[in-house]
């Protein structure tokens, strides 16, 4: 029995160390591996002063499987389950007709628009509501001074108006309850600008109409450090010189600069690789320290080159205009030309 005891212990300390001397062989045949993949660094798009946003590819990790699914839904998180029903999401479509109020409704809204015997449009309106104490009718072809009516639930009313400030311009009935809640509705007129712009099918347009034709002449650029001039005939009823500034603002002067003047001020020594503006340029450079401190030295002599203007129409003073000098960027500026003007560049 003592014999037979010994030997099964020796067989089990066999077995044993047969197992792990198995499991160092596997550890050092087939090692594993610790390492992460390489971190790719990515760069943020970097911004150009004038052109906008310039996108910087960034590359992606080694070997990326490319995507095969072309949904354009992001899987969310699941929620956690809780004791407490959560309401339904809320509805984003927006109606036409809004009541607030129930029975409060319109019924019908016919719009019928003709030519004015005097030159523009007659607009008469119909309509019919339910449970309305009285509407409101509004002709959307003013930026400031609205064109509208007030009237009984059920009714009419007419509207002669010489011009639009909006392409297909909207006709709004708006409905006012007797206990309160209002029902709106309205109707796109077929009465286009009487004026085109001249980027039309390259970009998108503005709302408003231009107040008339584009006009096109052979103006004048010049480059700076700290922006670009540029000089345009015929603008406003006369010839007019444009600062524009890195930071988004920029001023107009008249120009005034003669033949016979001088051209530009011998005192005055631009360092190496930069140059002193000349003629018209020069002039309002020198006589407005706003200008020179913005803009500094130039880069480059001033170029001819051919520039397309537009305003667009407005009920105010300043309003917005369009200029597009020829192989650059169409620019879009605001305001009067002082204080509180800005540009941007439309791609």
């Not at 044993?16 to 045949?29: A, D, F, I, P, Y």
């Not at 019908?108 to 449970?131: E, H, R, Y």
């Not at 105010?316 to 020829?326: D, E, K, Y």
Request: charged share 15%; proline share 10%; with cysteine.
């Amino acid at each position: 029995m003592e014999y037979t005891s010994r030997v099964r212990r020796g067989m089990t300390v066999a077995v044993v160390s047969l197992l792990v001397l198995g499991c160092g062989l596997t550890e050092l045949l087939y090692p594993q591996s610790t390492r992460q993949p390489p971190i790719t660094a990515t760069k943020p798009p970097t911004t150009s002063p004038l052109g906008g946003s310039t996108p910087t590819d960034t590359p992606g990790p080694p070997d990326a499987p490319a995507p095969t699914s072309t949904s354009t839904t992001t899987p969310q998180p699941a929620a956690a389950a809780t004791d407490t029903p959560q309401p339904p999401p809320a509805d984003t479509a927006t109606p036409t007709a809004t009541p607030t109020l129930p029975g409060l409704r319109i019924e019908t809204f016919d719009v019928q628009m003709a030519d004015a015997p005097g030159g523009g449009k007659l607009i008469n309106c119909f309509w019919s509501t339910s449970g309305a104490s009285h509407v409101q009718v509004f002709v959307g072809v003013r930026q400031r001074f609205p064109v509208w009516q007030e009237g009984e639930p059920d009714g009419s009313a007419s509207f002669e108006v010489a011009e639009t400030l909006y392409d297909m311009p909207k006709v709004t009935i708006t409905a006012f309850g007797s206990g309160g809640g209002e029902a709106t509705e309205a109707v796109t007129l077929d009465w286009h600008c009487s004026h085109t712009y001249f980027f039309a099918g390259s970009l998108d347009v503005p709302a408003l109409c231009p107040s008339g034709d584009w006009t096109t002449a052979q103006g004048a650029q010049q480059t700076f450090q700290g922006g670009a001039m540029l000089w345009i005939p015929g603008v406003d009823g006369g010839d007019r010189i444009y600062a524009l500034y890195d930071d988004g603002s920029w001023q107009s002067f008249p120009d005034s600069w003669e033949e016979g003047m001088p051209s530009h001020d011998p005192s005055i020594v631009p360092p190496a690789g930069l140059v002193q503006p000349v003629r018209g340029f020069g002039k309002v450079w020198r006589e407005h320290a706003s200008v020179r401190d913005e803009l500094d030295w130039g880069t480059a002599h001033e170029s001819s080159v051919v520039i397309l203007h537009q305003r667009q129409a407005s009920e105010s003073l300043g309003g917005v205009q369009f200029i597009h000098p020829a192989a650059a960027d169409l620019l879009e500026l605001s305001g009067l030309g002082g204080s509180g003007s800005t540009w941007r560049a439309i791609q």
